[in-house]
């Protein structure tokens, strides 16, 4: 049986110091995501950036245990879409999750099956509940590391394959300097 634990975020650096394991995310990861292609490529052809990490506490992956997670995203952008991550359903549809910011600043992008999509700015101490059923994206909108705290049921799952497919029905852009949402042109509705 799993002991009671704690591990420690620094709160002035947005980072989980004792994780269990660590996930990069690269633009090569995050392939076909971006809306401007051609500015995908020609990024990844003088770089493969970091665009976020992802810093577990391992806890096992079954009913009433809560995993918990503290992503950084590093600023940036392809074209004018802000540095973000791949986003996903829960594979278990019917779980929650909570988000609180600890640094920097950005947005989580939401969206459930029928495409109804919402978008919540998100700075230090928001506290975010994602309802269980709605995709989740975050992104960074800053110039400094943007940095979440996320507990969610460990047997949640992710599912990444229906977003790599359909989209966000918006995109989280900087225009005229200033953070817009547009249609994004790719998005494919489902229809069962
Ligand atoms: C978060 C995300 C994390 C990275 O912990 O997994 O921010 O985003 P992607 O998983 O979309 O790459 C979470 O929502 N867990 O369920
Ligand atoms: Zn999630």
Same mark, same amino acid.
């Given at each position: 049986?799993?002991?009671?634990?704690?591990?420690?975020?620094? /709160?002035?650096?947005?980072?989980?110091?004792? =994780?269990?394991? &660590? %996930?990069?995310?690269?633009?090569?990861?995050? @392939? +076909?995501? #971006?809306?401007?292609?051609?500015?995908?490529?020609?990024?990844?052809?003088?770089?493969?950036?970091?665009?976020?990490?992802?810093?577990?506490?391992?806890?096992?992956?079954?009913?009433?245990? /809560?995993?918990?997670?503290?992503?950084?995203? =590093?600023?940036? &952008? %392809?074209?004018?879409?802000?540095?973000?991550? @791949? +986003?996903? #359903?829960?594979?278990?549809?019917?779980?929650?999750?909570?988000?609180?910011?600890?640094?920097?600043?950005?947005?989580?992008?939401?969206?459930?099956?029928?495409?109804?999509?919402?978008?919540?700015?998100?700075?230090?101490?928001?506290?975010? =509940?994602?309802?269980?059923?709605?995709?989740?994206?975050?992104?960074?909108?800053?110039?400094?590391?943007?940095?979440?705290?996320?507990?969610?049921?460990?047997?949640?799952?992710?599912?990444?394959?229906?977003?790599?497919?359909?989209?966000?029905?918006?995109?989280?852009?900087?225009?005229?300097?200033?953070?817009?949402?547009?249609?994004?042109?790719?998005?494919?509705?489902?229809?069962?």
């Amino acid at each position: 049986m799993l002991k009671p634990f704690s591990s420690l975020i620094d /709160l002035s650096t947005g980072f989980l110091k004792d =994780y269990d394991n &660590k %996930v990069e995310r690269r633009l090569s990861n995050l @392939k +076909g995501m #971006f809306s401007d292609n051609e500015s995908f490529e020609s990024m990844l052809a003088s770089g493969d950036t970091l665009v976020y990490e992802v810093f577990e506490k391992k806890v096992p992956e079954e009913s009433g245990q /809560l995993a918990h997670a503290v992503t950084v995203i =590093y600023p940036g &952008k %392809v074209g004018i879409e802000y540095f973000m991550t @791949k +986003g996903h #359903f829960h594979v278990k549809e019917p779980t929650a999750e909570l988000y609180l910011g600890i640094k920097g600043q950005g947005g989580i992008i939401t969206q459930d099956k029928e495409g109804n999509s919402q978008y919540l700015d998100m700075s230090v101490g928001s506290l975010v =509940y994602v309802s269980p059923y709605w995709a989740h994206r975050t992104v960074n909108t800053s110039d400094e590391p943007f940095s979440f705290l996320a507990v969610y049921p460990a047997e949640a799952g992710h599912d990444y394959g229906t977003i790599e497919k359909m989209g966000f029905p918006k995109l989280v852009v900087e225009q005229d300097g200033q953070t817009s949402l547009v249609d994004n042109p790719k998005f494919i509705k489902k229809t069962s």
